[in-house]
């Protein structure tokens, strides 16, 4: 396994490549209900609710509550291991999607809303798999590494569509809702109730894929030349050697981590308000659900499919460069989507917006798993979750707000705007070689 690795020809070890493997399939089960949220999201909120306004709230419920578990959740994974964090991201999802299936049926508002809260507990626990795969890999390949993990994600981005084609057969609809569950009234909401109660089925084999991972990541991290050899040592070594007392201030002030906090936030909190109201939007126009989320899956695709490729230029070009990139597509993203109600040209926008997020995701990891040592990377990204958890309640609760008084236009405008202001700070970081910044 290369990694589709560039011009370093390092040789992967064979358990570095099965750990991968395995969190990349891991990955790609785990983006289902993510999908499932920005596909029928809005639509649910605005069909119970009877106000497109409030079609904001899945997006801000799920980033509300990734923005509490994110830096909880980096305690954990830091002291107890990793695998720790994929295990209760796995858990918190398996409900989420049960009480989703149940609100639906019911019509029950409060019941949707706590879903959607749980949906993005384990949402946020999950982001620590970012942290694993970093962990694995040593500096000179660590983006490569991780963007070989979220890769994978984009196999997800076609399970979704299928999901949704199983539950509208005849057969799966006959065998399942009307002979085994017979006694609940599902009149309303049928359909959603049918995809949310079948995601669990798809969750469930990743317990097995998480179990098999040895050793836990952070092992591998602490021990990197047990695995890559003595080439390794030196600089690994004596990073966890340094002073590893967690001081927020130190971590808030660096400029380094300021600013791949503050890229990936407006990266995720632009991608997810447009994203959100595009969907309910195209619903309106009169796409079917289908056809949102085979365009929701090319969203996906942008987001993960050139995670690798992103990664090798990454580590080739660094992270800087990579990270501006990002930007300027994102930016772009927002511009193109709201242009025409062309059902391709919206596509396109959704996209782009993905890969520009690929690129700020993959980069901004990569600079935090470089700046920090292992004892403190899970806490380290919870702090940069929770700040693109709060960035991303501001921008969902206000976005649809502002589309519902102008349009969708005017707020896909603003962030393109707002997509350009990290590259002002970016411009200002001095990166030696790909990793190292004076």
């Not at 890769?151 to 299928?162: R, W």
């Not at 002979?179 to 049918?194: A, Q, S, V, Y």
């Not at 501006?324 to 062309?342: E, H, Q, R």
Request: hydrophobic share 50%; net charge positive.
């Amino acid at each position: 396994m290369n990694l589709l690795r560039s011009k370093n020809k390092t040789k992967i070890p064979p358990l570095i490549v099965r750990n991968t493997l395995l969190f990349a399939i891991s990955q790609a089960f785990q983006g289902i209900p993510m999908q499932m949220a920005v596909t029928t999201g809005a639509s649910m909120v605005a069909y119970l609710t009877g106000s497109k306004a409030l079609a904001g709230i899945p997006g801000m419920l799920i980033s509300g509550s990734r923005f509490i578990v994110a830096f909880p959740t980096g305690f954990i994974t830091d002291k107890y291991g990793r695998k720790k964090g994929m295990y209760i991201s796995l858990t918190l999802g398996l409900i989420a999607c049960s009480i989703l299936s149940f609100s639906t049926s019911a019509s029950s508002i409060p019941l949707m809303f706590f879903g959607f809260v749980l949906l993005g507990l384990g949402f946020g626990a999950n982001t620590q798999l970012r942290v694993a795969a970093g962990d694995m890999y040593p500096v000179k390949l660590r983006a490569s590494g991780i963007g070989t993990v979220l890769t994978f994600s984009v196999f997800g981005a076609f399970l979704s569509p299928l999901l949704i084609s199983l539950v509208n057969l005849d057969c799966i609809n006959l065998f399942v809702f009307d002979i085994c569950l017979t006694d609940l009234n599902l009149e309303k909401f049928d359909e959603l109730t049918m995809i949310w109660g079948f995601i669990p089925f798809f969750l469930l084999p990743i317990f097995l894929f998480i179990f098999y991972i040895k050793p836990d990541p952070i092992d591998i991290a602490k021990n990197i030349d047990k695995y890559w050899g003595n080439e390794f040592k030196t600089n690994e070594k004596l990073k966890q050697s340094s002073d590893t007392t967690f001081q927020l201030k130190k971590i808030i002030t660096d400029k380094v981590n300021l600013a791949a906090f503050f890229s990936y936030s407006i990266a995720q909190s632009m991608m997810v308000m447009v994203m959100f109201l595009t969907s309910l939007i195209m619903v309106d126009k009169g796409y079917d659900y289908l056809a949102v989320s085979l365009t929701v899956s090319i969203h996906v695709v942008g987001m993960f499919a050139f995670s690798s490729l992103i990664g090798i230029f990454t580590d080739m070009l660094g992270r800087k460069r990579v990270l501006i990139f990002g930007m300027i597509t994102l930016a772009l993203g927002c511009f193109i989507t709201p242009l025409t109600s062309n059902y391709f040209v919206i596509t396109l926008g959704l996209f782009l917006i993905g890969l520009g997020w690929s690129g700020a995701n993959v980069a901004s990891s990569s600079i935090i798993a470089d700046r920090n040592p292992v004892e403190q990377r899970g806490r380290v990204t919870g702090l940069n979750d929770m700040t693109s958890g709060a960035f991303s309640v501001i921008f969902t609760l206000f976005g649809p707000i502002i589309a519902n008084l102008t349009s969708l236009s005017i707020v896909c405008y603003i962030a393109t705007i707002i997509s350009l202001v990290p590259i002002i700070l970016l411009l200002s970081l001095n990166e030696i070689k790909p990793g190292q910044f004076k």
